[in-house]
């Protein structure tokens, strides 16, 4: 696949709505950076988020962050959340924050909850949980985000075979264009159908090959669904299939 060059961070913008997708390497770490207007969104928190984030932005910036998305809870889209509600709360963030995540996800809640166990005496601002189980607009002031649900899977040594996740897309909605985020996903219905006539679609490809295509997309599937957006960003691909 030497024709896909992946280069990171990948951009896009149009007048005052930009994205930023610092990395999405499977098993390593995503983590991305909305803005519309002067509002920043954190979608996927893994690994590195804060890192990037605090080059990117000021600490003013950073501190009025109030809404993290999250795709689902596996270790390469959720390692950086722990970092990230501690610096808000070493900063002295007042503002709350507002996780939306797939109901069910075990992973988020724990951290959560751990977190909450931790710092319980001394948290600076309010962490407000909000599973999702709908596809329901959510409009918080500016930006409207459609969460719907799509299909991805882990292996589960008890089960001996793939088990579902609780796993979401979200599509960003502003100012009359959208971004459409589909998160880890097998090719599904749902993501098909929100991918079309976006502005941007981000589409992962995380099949290692064309015949395991159970729990990622192959090239060939997600730039299928890609094509029906404006644009579209490939992403989540194995760092040995760009290589090889
Ligand atoms: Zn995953």
Redesign the pocket.
Known sequence: MSDLKIKYPLMWQKDDFFIKIFCSIPNIATGILISAKDKYFIVDPGDGLLRDINKELKLEQILNISNIFIS?G?H??IGGLWSLLTYFNVMKKKEDVNIFYPKGSREIESIYKAFAQVYKREISYKIQLNPIDKSEIIDIGIISVLPFKVN?M?HEKKAGKPVP?PSLGFKFIYSGKSICYGG?TAYCETLVQNVVNSDLAIVEAGALDDENCEMHMTIKQAQSIGKTAKEHFLVHIPERKLNS
Request: hydrophobic share 10%; aromatic share 0%; glycine share 0%.
């Open positions: 689902h596996h390469d889209h991805h882990e996740v880890d």
